[in-house]
Structures are given as structure tokens and as C-alpha cells.
């Protein structure tokens, strides 16, 4: 099977919703949900989270505090939401200690197929499209799974934080950032 990322789109809400389900009680990184304030999985609910998190992709967009500029995009398998990712265009402090550039997590049904590897390969490509140079990445000390997609794409570890490990991958070669308001490349 292939991955691809593509924006948050409405038009995917029944999908999305189920993928959200899937995790339960699991928090889902790289969602972009706030866990006090989720949203309903309805399609209302779907179309304004999604329009919320497109907006974070403008670097002039107006963030709370806190918050910085990231584009989200779903993982899909053909056109099923498999998971979430999201590229954060600079680090702020919690960022640089614990979050890192990069968040992803692939729905429990869907896990094991290689899409986070391949999302993590697209999501390289946006930061350097981005002009990052290189990027942080961080995962549970015990998350064996993330360990090895995160080394796999040439993660060096740095070290262990607050029982997160720490690694960073050069970005190489800056390229266009994916689309923020429409597909991806290899998709329509």
C-alpha cells in the first residue's frame, strides 16, 4: 500500500472520525487535537478542526500563545485517514525539550504497513521545502515502533529528556513545501 499526506479536508470527515475512534483513549500526536477542547466528529465538527488546522500553516495567521506555525496533513491510504502528521515550522522551548519538528501517529488498525516511515520520507521533504535544514524529532523512551521509523529515516540520537529520546535528521536537499491547501504530490 502507499501513503500519502494530504490537508485536513471536510470531505474526509467520516473517515477521520473513525480514525479517531480507533484510538480510543490513546492520544493521537500530530492530530493537532486539543485534548480539554476535541472537537465533535460530526461533519460540522470535521470542516471548522479542519479549517483551523490549515490556518496554522500561514505563518501570518494570528496563533495563541503557545502555538506555532505547522502544517497538519492526514495520512491517507488510498483515501482512508490512516493517521496524523504534523511539520512544525520553528521550535519554541516545550518544543525543543519534548515536541520536536515532527509529530505523527498511525491509527492502531492501520499500524505495521510502513505508513509512518513513508509519511515521516514526505514530511522531510515538506521541512526542507520549508527551509529547515534540519529537523527534531522525539518519541517515548519504551516506543520501540517510532524508535526505529525515526532511525530508519536517519535519526541521531542526541539523548533522553523526561523519558522522551531526542534525534535529529538533516533535511536534505530544500524543495518546495507540500501544498497547503491541496493535495500532495502523487495524489489529485
Same mark, same amino acid.
Not at 14 to 43: K, V, Y
Not at 138 to 161: F, K, L, P, Q
Given at each position: 500500500?502507499?501513503?500519502?499526506?494530504?490537508?485536513?479536508?471536510?470531505?474526509?470527515?467520516?473517515?477521520?472520525?473513525?480514525?479517531?475512534?480507533?484510538?480510543?483513549?490513546?492520544?493521537?500526536?500530530?492530530?493537532?487535537?486539543?485534548?480539554?477542547?476535541?472537537?465533535?466528529?460530526?461533519?460540522?465538527?470535521?470542516?471548522?478542526?479542519?479549517?483551523?488546522?490549515?490556518?496554522?500553516?500561514?505563518?501570518?495567521?494570528?496563533?495563541?500563545?503557545?502555538?506555532?506555525?505547522?502544517?497538519?496533513?492526514?495520512?491517507?491510504?488510498?483515501?482512508?485517514?490512516?493517521?496524523?502528521?504534523?511539520?512544525?515550522?520553528?521550535?519554541?522551548?516545550? *518544543?525543543?525539550?519534548? @515536541? &520536536?519538528?515532527?509529530?505523527?501517529? !498511525?491509527?492502531?488498525?492501520?499500524?505495521?504497513?510502513?505508513? #509512518? =516511515? $513513508?509519511?515521516?520520507?514526505?514530511? *522531510?521533504?515538506?521541512? @526542507? &521545502?520549508?527551509?529547515?535544514?534540519? !529537523?527534531?524529532?522525539?518519541?517515548?523512551?519504551?516506543?520501540? #515502533? =517510532? $524508535?526505529?521509523?525515526?532511525?530508519?529515516?536517519?535519526?541521531?540520537?542526541?539523548?533522553?529528556?523526561?523519558?522522551?529520546?531526542?534525534?535529529?535528521?538533516?533535511?536534505?536537499? #530544500?524543495?518546495?513545501?507540500?501544498?497547503?491547501?491541496?493535495?500532495?504530490?502523487?495524489?489529485?
Amino acid at each position: 500500500m502507499d501513503t500519502a499526506l494530504a490537508v485536513p479536508d471536510a470531505r474526509l470527515h467520516a473517515s477521520w472520525a473513525a480514525t479517531l475512534r480507533d484510538f480510543g483513549e490513546t492520544f493521537p500526536h500530530g492530530s493537532g487535537l486539543d485534548p480539554e477542547d476535541p472537537p465533535t466528529l460530526d461533519a460540522v465538527g470535521c470542516a471548522a478542526f479542519a479549517a483551523d488546522k490549515r490556518r496554522c500553516a500561514d505563518p501570518a495567521a494570528g496563533l495563541p500563545p503557545g502555538m506555532v506555525s505547522c502544517t497538519y496533513f492526514w495520512l491517507l491510504e488510498l483515501d482512508e485517514v490512516v493517521g496524523f502528521l504534523a511539520v512544525r515550522h520553528r521550535l519554541d522551548d516545550v *518544543l525543543l525539550e519534548q @515536541g &520536536g519538528h515532527i509529530g505523527y501517529s !498511525v491509527r492502531p488498525a492501520a499500524r505495521r504497513r510502513g505508513h #509512518a =516511515s $513513508r509519511a515521516l520520507r514526505l514530511a *522531510l521533504a515538506h521541512a @526542507g &521545502g520549508l527551509g529547515l535544514d534540519r !529537523v527534531l524529532l522525539t518519541c517515548e523512551a519504551d516506543n520501540r #515502533a =517510532s $524508535r526505529r521509523t525515526i532511525e530508519g529515516a536517519g535519526g541521531a540520537y542526541e539523548d533522553t529528556r523526561a523519558g522522551r529520546r531526542r534525534y535529529w535528521i538533516g533535511v536534505a536537499g #530544500a524543495g518546495e513545501p507540500l501544498s497547503a491547501v491541496g493535495a500532495v504530490p502523487g495524489r489529485r
